[in-house]
């Protein structure tokens, strides 16, 4: 005679509460990643522009010293649609960028001073490959990864409104 087998109250309070306890557990590691250190700056704190590509306006935050730049896009969750970080130099040069503690997947257009867009890239979140303009630059400009290519932006359109580099 065969008995249905009856799984003892442990064995079933482990199979059902173990899966909650990683997946808590897991969801505040992620919150953990997300929060910003001691010393970095609030998306608020950037000082922010409109800039225009073509018919779209967008907000950009503006990282134009080096602690800005270092940080960048750094431990943001997300992006607004038309929302991104307006990279300035003060040198025409290849300027590299990477995603480490980038949580977002993102789009990078490098440009001249008079805006033109020489390359345009595509970067996955927490990575640490070179994403390197193939031309000398003093602006870049981070969006969600595909927005220029949604909006039908490609290297020799112009972005308007840029401040100029110092």
Not at 9 to 26: C, E, I, N, S
Not at 27 to 38: C, L, N, R, T, W
Not at 119 to 145: F, W
């Amino acid at each position: 005679m065969r008995f249905p087998l009856r799984p003892s109250l442990g064995r079933l309070a482990r199979a059902v509460l173990v899966p909650v306890a990683l997946a808590l557990a897991a969801g505040g590691m992620q919150a953990a990643v997300a929060q910003i250190p001691p010393g970095a700056k609030q998306p608020s704190e950037f000082p922010h522009l409109k800039l225009r590509a073509g018919m779209y306006v967008i907000d950009a935050a503006v990282a134009a010293n080096d602690p800005d730049r270092e940080q960048g896009l750094m431990y943001r969750s997300q992006l607004a649609p038309n929302e991104g970080m307006l990279f300035v130099f003060n040198e025409n040069a290849v300027h590299c960028f990477w995603m480490k503690n980038t949580l977002i997947p993102l789009s990078i257009a490098f440009m001249r001073a008079d805006g033109t867009i020489t390359d345009i890239d595509e970067m996955q979140a927490e990575t640490t490959n070179n994403h390197c303009p193939r031309n000398n630059g003093v602006y870049a400009l981070e969006m969600s990864k595909g927005w220029f290519a949604a909006k039908g932006i490609k290297p020799g359109m112009k972005i308007d409104g840029l401040p100029q580099p110092q």
